[in-house]
């Protein structure tokens, strides 16, 4: 399998650290609202890598954090008249709501912060005894000019980011470069005794920490979107680095930027939008395969047109589903003959392909197309009766690979007695040639949202 590093810029071969076994840590929310499409981006992208190492039978430990102490859920519980704490429970909750939405499978662990303070303490202690870390008065700054890698993630030096910083300038940095470790506390925030005094952890030690915690040193894999290159990744490499003398990730993979109808996402152009707000429009499995429809380096554009799009794409995997299910159940076990045993034997031309795309830099988009390409051949060589075995491998294989993306897993429907009856009821009248009455039954049927299809093998139904 081949990825493409961002730090050495080109696609390298994946060999994990440990043989059958691979680390991955990747950026989670910062839990103070609800996570914009932005942010979900990431989060599905990394999913699907995850489950594409698992597929083909890696061991894989994924780490996603929660950042519950930030300034701006310091803010949004003052706006809120409510604790920090609160605040950070609240969204964490609110984001398992809309990622559970997305089909984005939990981490193995979600650190906290909050939850990890002695392990940042030490940290910050040992990057002290390095002469990496400074105090001044209960603030901790990193030293980014004493690191000689600093700038190697994203390709800059610290001159050229001198000039053109939009950093705040702090007259206590002794390099406007240099970044906040531990902050002390300030009138009502939530603060941890320390050796430099009452405090909070500053933004980037987190990760850092968090990571070696729980994966080690070193990892395989360190994940997020582009915009976390720097400084946030770049100060991370800083730390970790500067204190263990160890690489900190082999692998850094980050996903391009989202635009909203040809314009960067902005809450002063008015097109911000949060998965919540896009969920009360499109389900949110739409959302995913938009996403999945592009390669992951590339920027994609937003809008409500594409998302129809999506959706009627997923429209045609859940027909395929359903046709297959329905076959399925309707059709005589009998013996599959050679001719179809040949065409179940083709298909595996598919799942080669689609291991392929997603082994060429997790290519999701063009396995997608392998995807639809094994639903146009099941769809035009299932369209008659055929044998349950050979219904099965094709329904199988396509189940298989739509988990490997985390689409098409609604588990099917049932009807209520009442929509249940009414199909009956018609399917009675059409015995007895009583088409006014079936015709009836249909319209109703309709009007409660379920679209009544009669084919040679029998009735089916959608919601629509």
Known sequence: MKLFSTLTRKKEEFIPLNPGKINMYVCGPTVYNFFHIGNARPFIIFDVLRRYFEYVGYDVTYIQNFTDVDDKIINRAQQEGITSEEVAEK????????????????????????????????????LEKKELAYNVEGNVYYRAAKFEDYGKLSRQNLEDLNMGARIQVSEEKEHPMD???????????????????????????????MAKKYL??????????????????????????????????????????????????????GNFFTVRDISKQFDLEVVRLFMLSAHYRNPVNFSKELLEQSK???????????????????????????????????????????KKEMEDDINTADALAAIFELVKEMNRYLDVHKSQTTINKAYTLFMELTDVLGIVHQKEEKLDEKIEELIKERQQARKEKNWALSDKIRDELKDMGILIEDTPQGVKWKRV
């Not at 398992?96 to 939850?115: N, Q, W």
């Not at 970044?179 to 939530?190: C, D, N, S, T, Y």
């Open 91 to 126: 969204y964490i909750k609110e984001y398992f709501m809309d990622a559970d939405a997305l089909g984005i499978r939990r981490a193995t662990v979600h650190p906290r912060v909050s939850e990890n303070i002695p392990e940042i303490i030490e940290m910050i202690k040992e």
């Open 179 to 209: 970044f906040a470790l531990w902050k002390k506390q300030k009138p009502g925030e939530p603060a941890w005794e320390s050796p430099w005094g009452l405090g909070r952890p500053g933004w980037h030690i987190e990760c850092s920490v």
């Open 216 to 269: 080690g040193e070193t990892i395989d894999i360190h994940g997020g979107g582009q915009d976390l290159i720097f400084p946030h990744h770049e100060n991370e490499i800083a730390q970790s680095e500067g204190a263990h003398q160890e690489p900190f990730a082999r692998y850094w993979i980050h996903n391009g930027y989202i635009n909203i109808e040809n314009q960067k996402m902005s809450k002063s152009l």
């Open 312 to 354: 009627n794409a997923l429209d045609r995997l859940y027909n395929a589903k359903n046709n297959a299910e329905y076959l399925m159940k309707n059709t005589q076990p009998t013996a599959p003959t050679p001719e179809e045993v040949q065409w179940t034997e083709s298909l595996h031309s598919y799942k080669e392909q689609f």
